[in-house]
């Protein structure tokens, strides 16, 4: 079974600067998919970004950027200019070809003012 | 955009009785999934179902069942809720059955504390 691990269960972060999110995986397939979701306190979670395993491009959504080392299996978050919507739990999720989603404990994140 | 209903938000029951926690999604997506969220162990998925009829187990079925009648409705059962089942529960759909960067989408939660 596939595993992701998220090791910073807490993060903040002051407004306007740069953090990034770690999440490495453990996996035997070389095509899948990865993907990080946002939690905001009591509300629904959404998709934040996307990454294909074969595309060697780091996904970008805006301010929000992947760092994708296949061969390291690491797949970390940035988040640039951070705005206190931002403030939220992260996943960081997993898919393999038989379309299973594994997720990650999360990581806290709190953008200070 | 796409929308996943669950129909509480909060709920509260006691030992012993049988709890229905629904999810409605208005996308014809032909996947959906029920996890259960808590701090520190984050997602793990209690069943999952990719067509109507069908359910598949998932990492943490014990205890669960669940129902899947019409493509949009996915229904997961507490047989007989214990105290250890107290959690927030997601509900998620996922457009296709094949292999692409669908993501899955989630309701709001239902938050069920058992007595």
Same mark, same amino acid.
């Given at each position: ?12 972060? %002051? +407004? @306007? ?10 996996? =035997?397939? *070389? ?19 996307? %990454? +294909? @395993? ?10 929000? =950027?992947? *760092? ?46 | ?115």
């Amino acid at each position: 079974a596939q595993t992701v691990t998220q090791s910073q269960p807490e993060m903040s972060v %002051q +407004e @306007a600067e740069t953090v990034t999110l770690s999440c490495t995986y453990d996996t =035997s397939e *070389n095509n899948y998919y990865l993907f990080w979701y946002k939690q905001p306190p009591s509300r629904q979670m959404i998709l934040v970004i996307r %990454q +294909e @395993a074969y595309k060697q491009q780091n996904a970008t959504e805006n301010r929000f =950027s992947v *760092n994708f080392q296949k061969a390291a299996k690491s797949f970390s978050l940035k988040i640039s200019d951070s705005q206190l919507g931002d403030t939220a739990m992260y996943f960081c999720a997993f898919m393999n070809t038989g379309n299973q989603f594994y997720f990650g404990t999360g990581t806290s994140l709190t953008v200070i003012p | 955009d796409v929308k996943v209903t669950q129909s509480s938000r909060y709920l509260v029951k006691r030992t012993g009785e049988k709890v229905f926690l629904e999810c409605v999604q208005d996308m014809d997506h032909e996947n959906m999934f029920w996890y259960r969220q808590d701090p520190g162990l984050g997602l793990r998925l209690i069943y999952f179902s990719y067509d109507v009829k069908m359910k598949e187990k998932g990492d943490i079925p014990e205890g669960y069942s669940v129902s899947r009648e019409k493509k949009e409705r996915f229904s997961l059962i507490l047989e007989s809720a214990s105290t250890n089942q107290t959690s927030m529960y997601l509900c998620a759909s996922r457009a296709g059955l094949g292999f692409s960067n669908q993501p899955q989408h989630f309701g709001d939660g239902t938050r069920l504390s058992i007595l």
